[in-house]
């Protein structure tokens, strides 16, 4: 972002995107002036609550965490492991194609792969030294979530758990699964301007 000239800067995280946010929220806190965190609580807060339930939802999870094994099992068919998941109709059919050309790539398989093991790891101790030292995000923080996945289901209201973690909060459900910005573009843009532009009217 100093590289694009912007010292500080409005930031928007979705999932594992959410995760990346946070970590930069809580490190550079001079930097994020809002945040938005989508579809998203700390990994060490997954884990600390997991139970038979999220260990059913979740269970890649722990499977992508395995070294090695994952991309044996993935790359033997990575169209048939992702294309379940990945529907050209709500993509649209340019992102599914881009999608479906990354994943026959075993360096952005193993690149994800990675992301879970961080999470299993180096960002789980990152998190809970972040806790121990009470340190929480400076940044207003608006959370997000989608009411037709599992979030609100497992926790009950994310608001509760991420209170640890912000003074300055606020958040609600988007009806949505969990790719929420193809399936309600409009609710979630409107969260979105309500809140990195506080100031602007409503429609």
Not at 48 to 72: L, V
Not at 77 to 92: H, L, R, S, V
Not at 106 to 135: F, Q
Request: net charge negative.
């Amino acid at each position: 972002m100093r590289e694009l000239g912007h010292e500080r800067f409005h930031l928007v995280g979705h999932d594992r995107g959410s995760l990346v946010a946070l970590r930069l929220a809580l490190d550079h806190p001079g930097a994020v002036e809002r945040l938005v965190l989508i579809d998203c609580l700390p990994v060490s807060e997954h884990l600390r609550r997991a139970g038979p339930a999220f260990a059913t939802s979740w269970w890649h999870w722990f499977f992508f965490a395995q070294p090695d094994i994952p991309e044996r099992v993935i790359n033997a068919d990575p169209a048939a492991w992702y294309g379940a998941k990945a529907n050209p109709e709500t993509m649209g059919a340019e992102n599914h194609a881009e999608l479906m050309a990354a994943v026959a790539d075993p360096d952005v398989v193993r690149s994800m792969l990675e992301d879970y093991r961080a999470g299993l790891t180096v960002d789980r101790t990152h998190e809970e030294a972040d806790r121990a030292a009470g340190r929480q995000v400076a940044a207003p923080l608006r959370v997000l979530w989608s009411l037709r996945d599992d979030l609100e289901e497992l926790y009950g209201d994310p608001l509760t758990i991420w209170r640890a973690w912000a003074d300055d909060l606020d958040g609600f459900g988007i009806d949505s699964g969990h790719h929420v910005a193809e399936e309600n573009p409009e609710d979630l843009v409107h969260a979105l301007v309500g809140h990195l532009r506080p100031s602007t009217p409503g429609p």
